[in-house]
């Protein structure tokens, strides 16, 4: 059976000339969100963006979007951006991270289950500058200039690595391997339900 596209080819070509031409860097996942850095530090994304999460971080929940929006806020000085399961990050050249989409088990840092989800970026609370970012299912890190990796959002698993095991989740970021030592951290990843890092 032969099936056509209604996007004329030539029109496709374009849009992914002008996205090799411009994005430094992207991310995405497995749930159907793709963010994008453009080079001048501008922020896209698209893909799904559920009226329950609102994961695109374009202002308003749309369904979806199958080409890239520009992300709202304004930002030219973002180096870095991960995507989450319904939500994601994005790290700015001043070491700020921000969050925003699905706020599920405190993800994005904002109190759960009091904050459903934010279609805009908001910036997260953190003890320090950070130079690398990673989102997982529910759960987030983000490793700081310092060597520590700070965690927050589900710790069904003890993903979080605060060595607690609960209560099951957490809005406020914690401290990987806080106790009994204190870990300098090269490179930190998440998976599906847990995390690594790569240690000195």
């Known amino acids: 059976m032969k099936t056509t596209s ?3 080819v030539r029109k496709l070509l374009s849009v992914f000339a002008v996205l090799i031409s ?12 793709t963010l994008y850095v453009c080079q001048s530090g501008e922020m ?4 799904r963006n559920s009226n329950t999460a609102c994961q695109l971080g374009i202002g308003t929940a749309t369904g979806e979007e199958a080409t890239p929006q520009v992300v709202a806020g304004g930002y030219t000085n973002a180096v870095a951006v991960s995507a989450g399961y319904e939500h994601s990050l994005a790290l700015l050249d001043n070491g700020t991270v921000l969050a925003w989409g699905g706020n599920g088990a405190g993800a994005i840092g904002q109190p759960f289950p009091t904050v459903g989800f934010e279609c805009e970026p908001i910036e997260v609370t953190l ?3 950070a130079v ?7 759960f987030s890190m983000a490793l700081l200039a310092d060597g520590t990796v700070w965690c ?3 710790d069904s698993n003890g993903q979080l690595g605060d ?7 957490n809005h406020v970021p914690v401290q990987a391997g806080s106790s009994p030592m204190r870990w300098q951290f090269q490179q930190a990843l998440h998976m599906h339900w847990h995390c690594s890092a790569m240690v000195q």
Do not use: D, L
């Not at 060595?163 to 989740?169: D, E």
């Open 132 to 138: 690398a970012i990673s989102a997982g299912y529910n």
């Open 127 to 129: 003890p320090g500058c």
């Open 6 to 8: 209604t996007i004329p």
């Open 22 to 33: 411009t994005v430094a860097s992207f991310a995405q996942n497995y749930s159907g969100h």
């Open 163 to 169: 060595g607690s095991g609960g209560p099951g989740y």
């Open 44 to 47: 896209r994304a698209c893909g």
């Open 152 to 154: 927050w959002g589900y």
